[in-house]
């Protein structure tokens, strides 16, 4: 096939991308991988560039075992001829088929990839919450949750404000004392993999946060940041008082990390930052990582939806 050129992933192409995503985001509702952070912060794992193909966008990720789509083609018919073509390129480049692959398929696109002769298998959902419920925590259901809230408020007296520049170097060491605590608690061997994986990427959203629009909070006990938080909208509008904000707009939140020696701060933390996201109706907390502590401490807030991404390769 003839020669593509692929461009380096930077943050001068954020604006770019979030139009094309803006403009060509499947229907229904949206994961949290239709985001330009969502993969700029991982670029310590994995090279990212990006191409164009019959007038689609296409993002790749490779690292020294192959390359994949990190997204489906973006444009007006992602399933057409740019997935094929995708599909050849990456056939070509990768030296076994089983890495061959576009990640971040929506139900909607999946059905039709499905009915097209491709392979689609399940990554994972992402969970999905009303805002105003993750706020509230009414009712028996969240009952743990508020004895753990009340209980961080009324020992630690936690002060919840806006991340600064210069809390950087507070929050490194703290996932530092967390990824290292990960550890002692017996935690399994892909939990500690995926802990080590991440700084990485903490470090980049963490000191690019302004560039790449994320919002921060950190928490702090007695003057020392003992927790922080930081995310971004989905489908954020580029001009104010545009689509990404009211009835129906939806926040992600990227990452959370805090002082498990703190109880109750895991649910301070999070409560807190949901209720400062009042322009926001819904709440992403992307996928489980495949944990399953993970995945039981996210379906105790009860999501309303589980949001399916989809995994497409060759049949």
């Not at 949206?30 to 794992?45: D, K, M, R, T, V």
């Not at 290292?180 to 017996?186: L, R, S, T, W, Y």
């Not at 629009?213 to 006990?221: D, K």
Request: charge should be neutral; proline fraction near 6%; include cysteine.
């Amino acid at each position: 096939m003839p020669e593509l050129t692929l461009r380096p992933l930077t943050l001068q192409d954020r604006r770019w991308f979030e139009t094309v995503l803006d403009k060509h985001t499947p229907s229904g509702d949206q994961l949290a991988a239709y985001s330009f952070p969502y993969h700029f912060i991982w670029q310590g794992l994995f090279q990212y560039e990006w191409m164009e193909l019959e007038g689609h966008g296409c993002l790749m990720a490779s690292n020294p075992e192959g390359s994949f789509l990190a997204l489906p083609p973006i444009g007006s018919a992602p399933c057409g001829p740019a997935m094929a073509k995708a599909f050849a390129f990456l056939s070509q480049r990768n030296k076994t088929s089983t890495l061959t692959r576009i990640e971040n398929a929506p139900e909607s696109l999946a059905d039709r990839c499905r009915g097209l002769g491709y392979r689609v298998t399940s990554k994972g959902p992402d969970y999905l919450y009303r805002r105003t419920e993750l706020v509230g925590l009414h009712g028996d259901r969240f009952k743990s949750q508020r004895v753990a809230y009340n209980h961080c408020v009324k020992e630690s007296r936690p002060t919840f404000r806006a991340f600064r520049p210069d809390d950087e170097k507070a929050c490194l060491a703290l996932f530092r004392q967390w990824r290292e605590a990960v550890k002692q608690d017996g935690a399994s061997d892909l939990a500690i993999h995926l802990a080590a994986d991440s700084e990485s990427a903490h470090r980049q959203g963490i000191s690019h946060a302004a560039e790449l629009g994320l919002a921060g909070r950190v928490v702090e006990v007695e003057g020392r940041v003992v927790a922080y938080t930081f995310g971004y909208p989905l489908a954020p509008t580029l001009s104010p008082g545009g689509r990404g904000q009211g009835e129906g707009a939806t926040f992600c939140i990227l990452f959370e990390i805090s002082d498990r020696a703190v109880k109750g701060l895991s649910q301070y933390v999070f409560r807190e930052f949901c209720r400062e996201l009042e322009p926001y109706e819904f709440i992403n907390t992307m996928d489980d990582s495949g944990l399953d502590g993970l995945r039981r401490a996210k379906l105790s807030y009860h999501p309303i939806k589980l949001l399916e991404s989809s995994i497409v390769s060759l049949a």
